[in-house]
Structure formats: C-alpha cells, structure tokens
C-alpha cells in the first residue's frame, strides 16, 4: 500500500500547563518499562458526505489540543527515564494519503502494511528528548479514514 505523508504540524494545548506542573514524574512501575512506543489505529468508513476529509482534520486537530491542556504530559518529551517534560511543545499531527480504497486494505489485511499508517513510519525506541504522544491521520480514496497513535508504552499503560 501506498501511504504519502502530506504534512505534519505540531499541535500544542490550548491552554498553557501550569508551570508547577512543568516536570511529570513517572512511577516506579513506568520506569522500569522498556522504553519503547505502543501504536493504536482506528479505521472508519466514509458514510456521511457532509464531512470531508479536510473538515475531519480540523476537528481532531481542535479537539486534541483542548485535550492535551487536561492530559498535559502528551504534549512533553522524555526528560530522563524518571521524568516528562511537560513543556507544551505539542504533538506531531501528521496528515497522509493512501492511494486505495480502505475496503481494498481491511480485505487484505497485511501487519506489515499497518506500520504504513503511523507517524514517522518505523517504531523505534524513546530516548530523552522523544515525544510522548504522536498522531497520524491517513485519507483513504474512497473518503474513509485511519487516525493512528504512537504513544510511550509506560505512560500509555500508567493511564489505564
């Protein structure tokens, strides 16, 4: 599958973090996490006409930032292994184009090709300075859409 990657912004809170709130210090039980990042992709049909793909855009783009002013360390990096710098740079909020229909992905499905769909392309390993939070928004042909997530796996598994 053909996956082009249009743009990518970074999408900061709407409101700023506090500034005694500017260092979030991890549990013990995220520290001794292997320092890596967890994925999740949501896929959606096309069924209504009044929303297009731009409009949709837009709306996840407000949306997360008025949820990284409540959930303030997704919009940080890795400081050290103890600690997230909640420093309101944002999150990558990337915007791409997959040249066919969802229904010929979902029908053929391949892990290998899910890897297509999320931000920077590659997992890899998080270090000091890596993002806690990024985001991809993928627009099918035929109007239907994939929001994909990559997120630090300890602090992902602290929220549940």
Not at 132 to 137: G, K, L
């Amino acid at each position: 599958m053909e996956v082009e990657v249009l743009s990518t912004e970074f999408i900061k809170p709407s409101t700023p973090t506090p500034n005694n709130l500017k260092i979030h210090k991890l549990s013990l039980l995220d520290q001794l996490m292997h320092p890596r990042y967890s994925a999740l992709v949501f896929f959606y049909h096309h069924r209504d006409t009044t929303f297009t793909t731009s409009r949709i855009s837009q709306a996840l783009k407000s949306s997360l930032s008025q949820t990284l002013s409540r959930f303030y360390p997704f919009a940080g990096k890795i400081k050290d292994h103890l600690s997230i710098k909640c420093d309101d740079g944002g999150v990558p909020f990337s915007e791409a184009r997959a040249r066919s229909s969802l229904s010929w992905f979902l029908d053929r499905p391949d892990p290998r090709g899910i890897q297509d769909f999320l931000p920077g392309a590659t997992f890899k390993l998080v270090d000091t300075g890596s993002r806690v939070a990024m985001i991809q928004m993928t627009a099918f042909a035929c109007g239907g859409i994939a929001v994909s997530a990559l997120v630090t796996h300890g602090w992902l598994m602290g929220l549940a």
